[in-house]
């Protein structure tokens, strides 16, 4: 038996069991990281994340070409067992875990770069909660979204934010709340590595003081729905400006079940970006006897 020190946390309610490896000696089975998430027999959470040294693991090796600097790696893992390339929410919650831990020295704790699946991304440290650059996004492909509680498949677009996303817009409030998430929505075509799929209405004013607001539901790839999904908010956001077209703001605050998120889109040498910025809470460790 292997004893696990964990740390629970959270962003917007989207929770994670982390724990620290540094060497990359603690490599966990799907079914470990099933019985960690698992909220009866487990811990409880939607996903898993080592903090892992960059160096330790190829595919963080590999990261610390592109930019030596990213020396911890969050080794992301969904509920299900299946490895993830980016969390939004995740990556919050790891920052703060990681200076909460004392694994990074002071003067990286205003910007952090932290390597992941979908390559390096900045982490910054604010008053209000923390903001990470998500990087380059890219418009995927047209799917027809089935869900339980929906009439008829509606149009989904395809958002890639280093992790796939499928966003479809409703008509108004009281479709997105009948929608029956306990059973997973279905797209047309299936994408081979799955997607993330995201339902979305505007609010009433669309836009207030320059920020478009908007209200999401989700369904995770390799979870179920969650309270939220931080690419998600950012993948419903620039769906909405797409169909928007030209006029569409570039600050956005997403209500999502657990709070609310703000994406906001700017541009940078390399094209635009796209940033996430929330909460991020760290609520209790423990230690657990892994099977
Ligand atoms: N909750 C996350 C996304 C986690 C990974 C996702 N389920 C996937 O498989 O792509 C977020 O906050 O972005």
């Given at each position: ?10 962003g ?32 409880g959470?939607?996903g ?40 939004g ?6 920052a703060?875990?990681?200076?909460s831990?004392?694994?990074v020295?002071?003067?990286r ?35 027809l ?42 797209l047309d ?26 209200r999401?539901?989700v ?14 908010t950012a ?25 609310r998120?703000a994406v ?14 929330g ?13």
């Open positions: 038996m292997t004893t696990l020190s964990f740390t629970k946390g959270h917007t309610g989207n929770d994670f069991v982390l724990f620290t490896d540094p060497q990359g000696e603690l490599t966990l089975s799907p079914e470990q990281i099933r019985f960690l998430c698992d909220r009866r027999f487990g811990v959470a939607d898993v994340i080592r903090a892992v040294r960059s160096r330790a693991i190829p595919e963080g090796a590999a990261i610390l070409e592109e930019e030596p600097e990213a020396e911890w790696f969050m080794d992301y893992w969904n509920a299900d067992g299946t490895p993830a390339e980016m969390c929410n995740g990556i919050r919650v790891y703060h875990y990681l200076v831990e004392g694994l020295t002071p003067e704790r205003d910007t952090l770069p932290i390597g992941t699946r979908a390559g390096v991304k900045d982490v910054l440290a604010g008053v209000s909660g923390y903001t990470v650059d998500l990087g380059r996004w890219r418009l995927a492909e047209e799917r979204v089935a869900a339980y509680g929906l009439d008829v498949a509606r149009p989904g677009l395809g958002i890639d934010l280093g992790n796939p996303h499928v966003v479809t817009a409703l008509a108004h409030v009281g479709e997105l709340e009948s929608l029956d998430l306990h059973r997973a929505p279905t075509p299936a994408p081979a590595e799955g997607a993330n799929v995201e339902f979305v209405v505007p609010e009433e004013p669309l836009v207030k003081d320059g920020v478009a607001r908007i999401m539901r369904y995770e790839r390799g979870v179920g729905e969650t309270l939220s999904c931080g690419t998600g993948a419903a956001a620039l769906a909405f400006r797409h169909w928007g077209g030209d006029g569409m703001p570039n600050h956005w605050s997403v209500e999502v079940p657990g709070g998120l906001r889109m700017f541009p940078t040498e390399e094209g635009e970006h796209v940033s996430l910025n909460p991020a809470e760290l609520v209790y460790s423990g230690e657990i006897e892994l099977p």
